[in-house]
């Protein structure tokens, strides 16, 4: 699973890697707890520690 954001003109991505197969390398998982922040709260984390600057490739369907 992914998710993105649209944000000041920026995408902001994230993927949950345990649904990823193969030998993949990234950082240290972080974990959220989303319930419990405000909506702006919410915004604020996903800018901290979402990957800035993605690019979606989307294949012929």
Known sequence: MAVTLDHSGRLYGAVNATCLNGDL????????????????????????????DVQLLLADT
């Open 25 to 52: 390398r990234f950082g240290a998982s972080v974990h959220l707890s989303p319930q419990v922040l405000s909506p702006e709260q919410k915004v604020a984390r996903w800018l901290k520690v979402w990957v800035p």
